[in-house]
């Protein structure tokens, strides 16, 4: 299994999660390759039996294929809590490091891994293991922030975690796993002005729609003041 096929294969199940209808194009945007790439990539693909492909263009994982595909998202999962959990590395840090470091996961370190931290734990950006639908997110109690209700608490229990540009900006505004949020208001552009422990802060309707919450009992969060 060769780092790009792994690429391929996990980024079709992420798309799949996201409702997108898999296509060579969204493969080519996605994993930032050419489009004649992409198509002799799909090609390879078919004919080792790791995907099918309709009429229409589509592209569906064969059960070899989505296999494999859940073998590199579990490795990701791992390196990622292995990256937080033991070296204490920042959660906005640790998704850019583990598309690197989960090609290169011998069985043996896998092992190692599931026996230290478990095969059902969250990631640091309070993901599962394989990449879940809205729906399913939603049946775990959490809603999206761009929805929640005004003047109620809630905790971020989920980040959208494949931008990493987005993990970057919601950490430097002071939103992340755990952190207690409140929504203020909500103004005529389709912002949010959301309430944190850093402090208002003013997402658009996107990064919100990409942070889910749960409610959370007891006081608003405290405004820090500045030292």
């Not at 009429?55 to 590199?72: N, P, S, V």
């Not at 952190?179 to 208001?185: D, G, K, Q, T």
């Not at 909500?186 to 997402?203: C, E, K, S, W």
Request: charged content about 30%; overall charge positive.
């Amino acid at each position: 299994m060769t780092v790009s096929r792994e690429d391929y294969l996990k980024a079709i199940i992420e798309a799949e999660s996201e409702g997108r209808t898999v296509i060579p194009a969204l493969l080519a945007q996605w994993l930032e390759v050419s489009p004649p790439a992409v198509t002799k990539a799909v090609k390879r693909l078919r004919e080792d039996g790791y995907v099918d492909a309709n009429r229409d263009g589509t592209l569906k994982l064969t059960a070899k294929g989505r296999e494999a595909a859940h073998r590199t998202a579990l490795r990701h999962h791992l390196v990622e809590r292995m990256l937080a959990e033991i070296f204490g590395m920042e959660w906005h840090q640790v998704h850019a490091e583990a598309e690197r470091l989960e090609h290169v996961i011998s069985p043996a370190v896998e092992a190692k891994l599931i026996e230290k931290l478990g095969k059902e734990g969250d990631c640091p950006h309070g993901n599962r293991v394989l990449p879940e639908t809205p729906a399913q997110i939603r049946k775990r109690g959490l809603l999206p922030l761009s929805e929640a209700v005004e003047a109620k608490d809630y905790v971020v229990a989920s980040l959208y975690e494949r931008d990493f540009r987005l993990l970057e900006f919601l950490h430097k505004i002071g939103i992340g796993p755990r952190v207690p949020v409140r929504v203020l208001e909500r103004n005529y552009d389709d912002t949010i002005q959301v309430l944190t422990p850093n402090g208002p802060v003013t997402l658009g309707s996107p990064a919100a729609g990409r942070v889910w919450v749960k409610p959370k009992s007891g006081d608003k969060p405290k405004h820090r003041k500045n030292k």
